[in-house]
């Protein structure tokens, strides 16, 4: 069993004692409110070239700016039944100093120890790279803008802790530099007032590359191996919407892991997650996203196995162990699933035999219930496990002395398992994947344990309790591969093709066609196998593996894109008292429709997308422009979003990702103007708006001349017409 699933390191020195700073920067003390702090800079901010300073404070705020962007995309699960809960409450004004302590503490290190300060020219060409290299450049134009599309504090705050880290890693893998941590050093980093280097160096904003989609369907680009984790297979990856997060595993006989990687598509880059207070080294485990946490738990080390396991918040690089009270028998080779507000887990080997024992962990309560055993699946390891909405369906897998095609659906509000039909099922198997196709789960490949690879699957509907095979047709036999769902296709690759083998081809299955199509291999990583794979919403990324004696630290990431749900019309809606709601359009081709109503204290618009069947939407976001979604909902075939700090004279875009109706899945952009006063919608405020608001004056609110009531009060009075005489000579932007 144990052989089915399978260097010294180098001691670090700190230093205690006080080093006099020569720093790049100005470092008073902390701020205290740091959204005062934030909008106090984005309402001053000030040309790059005439900056000459940030302050620790400046810095702090800046960070919230770029952690408030990753926040906003990191993946809330549906399953929870709790709101997404503010920034704030899960990294709190602490965590975002030492997020600043650290990144200067790093590019202090490089001045004192290596007496090369970081340039601006580095921190120009780090701009560059991101820009050229991003692997999703909506959220990167979205950090930006977060940071005033300002080249300095970008260069600052962005720039400046990724290459601090990447110099800093490199120099310490070569022996060359120690990192410190004296804290009388960090003291120093708040309270020496020091005049800024750099600040008189003129940085230029750069281009971010990809315009369109976000991606080039069926097409390859690598991950970037700079402070990737080492190289290591049968690790765990999640995806939580902003980064994958990559952690533990081996190297084959006796090199476990504790460590790991997160990986930002958006900057392409790598940061090493914390080892303080982590689990044990282990590999075969496995791990869940929660909204907030990864959670791993069980596998092995050598021939030992866990019960044990770690909670880790990226917000703050930190662990928190999970009990160990009431915890399922340590195993690995089981499964593991987030259904909401609880991890389960089941299944598995223990170390002498296989179990059907599982537990339920809630990670509010920190505690352990168990499952039934009752009409529970034999027991079995290396088996698959998917969650449906409300039952989670483990299937296949191996018992002592057989392959078994057998499996049950688990209800955890009953505690109850009902075995799953063998009728027209696929062969017993192990290694093979399973992936939710939101109305059924679908398993694939595999093998006999031996020297028989299958290109067989099932669709099984848990609703008929029933199996319909998949196509062979164009599907190669493999096994040890990976599968994700994209909302409309599975998409396998690499893994063994033949015993021994390994591959870096893979196919997309169509259910609704029951075709596979073959992915490029052009650009594509190495062969490989025991790899991990995420789905980030437009693209699949894999990492890691074996290549035959070779262990991986490579990765890339393979572009899926099905062509969108069309939308067919949308507005910009709002109340205007008891007149009622009033709609201006905003064509989806040719020139943006014009928002002309005020936003209020707040700023708040509401746009209104309609498609012609009904949709699920993933995700909505502003990729262009200033102002952040407060909320989207989404009923039939037309979704509402609802805007906040939405600034006057601009364009914005608001993208709406993963959109599916069931038969196309992509993202739909859709562009509004925002010109207050702007009355006659021509793109700019002059004389005639002031006059054709007058005109309207005392005249009931009505669809022919909704327009004139800026203030949306639902009157046209002497009001409306001061506000578009405040907002005369202004015009959109082009």
Not at 43 to 69: C, G, N, W
Not at 137 to 145: D, G, N
Request: charged content about 15%.
């Amino acid at each position: 069993m144990t052989d089915r699933i399978r260097s010294t390191s180098a001691a670090l020195l700190f230093l205690s004692c006080v080093v006099t700073l020569t720093s790049a920067f100005n470092l008073p003390n902390k701020s205290t409110d740091l959204s005062s702090q934030l909008a106090s800079i984005n309402r001053s901010a000030k040309p790059a070239q005439h900056r000459t300073t940030l302050t620790f404070a400046d810095r702090v705020a800046y960070q919230q700016a770029i952690e408030e962007v990753y926040w906003r995309h990191r993946i809330w699960p549906k399953q929870r039944p709790d709101p997404k809960p503010s920034l704030d409450q899960v990294m709190p004004a602490v965590q975002l100093e030492k997020k600043v302590e650290d990144y200067l503490r790093n590019s202090q290190a490089l001045e004192d120890y290596w007496q090369k300060p970081i340039s601006a020219e580095q921190l120009q060409a780090e701009m560059e790279r991101m820009a050229q290299h991003t692997k999703q450049p909506e959220v990167l134009r979205e950090l930006f803008e977060a940071l005033g599309n300002d080249p300095f504090v970008i260069a600052e705050s962005l720039a400046r802790p990724a290459l601090a880290e990447r110099l800093t890693a490199d120099l310490s893998a070569q022996g060359k530099i120690v990192r410190f941590e004296s804290a009388t050093r960090i003291k120093g980093l708040h309270s020496m007032p020091i005049t800024t280097a750099l600040g008189n160096s003129a940085y230029t904003l750069p281009r971010i590359s990809g315009g369109g989609p976000p991606c080039t369907d069926d097409t390859w680009t690598a991950t970037t191996i700079i402070n990737a984790p080492d190289a290591r297979d049968h690790h765990t990856a999640v995806w939580t919407g902003s980064e994958m997060i990559v952690w533990g595993g081996d190297i084959p006989p006796f090199t476990y892991f504790n460590t790991g990687g997160r990986y930002t598509p958006a900057t392409d880059s790598w940061i090493a997650t914390s080892t303080a207070n982590a689990p044990a080294a282990r590999t075969a485990h496995t791990a869940v996203w929660t909204g907030s946490e990864m959670i791993v738990w069980g596998g092995r080390m050598n021939q030992g196995t866990f019960n044990s396991g770690g909670r880790y918040t990226p917000a703050t690089d930190s662990w928190i162990a999970t009990s160990t009270a009431n915890a399922p028998a340590a195993r690995t080779a089981h499964t593991a699933l987030w259904i909401g507000s609880e991890m389960i887990v089941w299944g598995g080997f223990d170390g002498n035999s296989d179990v059907n024992t599982g537990g339920r962990y809630d990670p509010n309560t920190d505690s352990w219930t168990a499952t039934s055993t009752a009409n529970a699946p034999t027991a079995r390891d290396t088996h698959t496990a998917v969650w449906a909405g409300s039952e989670m369906i483990v299937w296949g897998g191996e018992t002592c002395c057989d392959f078994v095609n057998t499996g049950g659906t688990y209800n955890p509000i009953t505690d109850s398992w009902t075995a799953t039909s063998t009728t027209n099922a696929p062969i017993g198997r192990i290694f093979h994947t399973a992936v939710w196709a939101g109305s059924e789960m679908i398993v694939w490949g595999g093998s006999d344990g031996s020297f028989t690879y299958y290109n067989t699957g099932g669709r099984y509907n848990p609703s008929t309790d029933s199996w319909i095979a998949t196509s062979t047709t164009n599907a190669t036999q493999r096994s040890f591969h990976t599968a994700i769902w994209t909302g409309s296709e599975m998409i396998v690759w690499a893994g063994g093709t033949t015993p021994g083998g390994f591959s870096n081809t893979g196919e997309r299955y169509n259910p609704g066609t029951d075709s596979w199509t073959p992915t490029s291999i052009t650009n594509a990583p190495e062969e490989r196998s025991e790899h991990t794979a995420v789905w980030a919403g437009t693209e699949m990324i894999v990492w890691g593996g074996t290549s035959d004696t070779t262990r991986l630290n490579t990765g890339g990431r393979y572009c899926a894109q099905s062509q969108a749900p069309m939308a067919q019309s949308a507005f910009s809606r709002k109340t205007h008292g008891a007149a009622g709601a009033f709609d201006v359009p905003l064509p989806l081709i040719g020139n943006v429709g014009i928002e002309c109503r005020s936003g209020g204290a707040t700023n708040d618009y509401q746009m209104i997308i309609n498609f012609a069947t009904t949709v699920t939407v993933g995700s909505t976001s502003v990729t262009s422009g200033t102002g952040s979604v407060s909320s989207f909902s989404v009923s039939g075939s037309q979704v509402t979003v609802n805007l906040t700090g939405v600034t006057n004279v601009q364009r914005i875009t608001v993208t709406l990702f993963n959109v599916n109706d069931g038969t196309h899945m992509g993202n739909v952009p859709v562009s509004m103007g925002v010109l207050v006063g702007d009355v006659n919608g021509n793109a700019v405020v002059n004389a005639s708006d002031v006059s054709l608001t007058k005109s309207q004056v005392g005249i009931p609110v009505g669809s022919s001349n909704f327009r004139g009531d800026v203030n949306a009060n639902g009157t046209i009075n002497s009001t409306d017409v001061s506000i578009v005489k405040s907002d005369v000579g202004t015009s959109l932007p082009p």
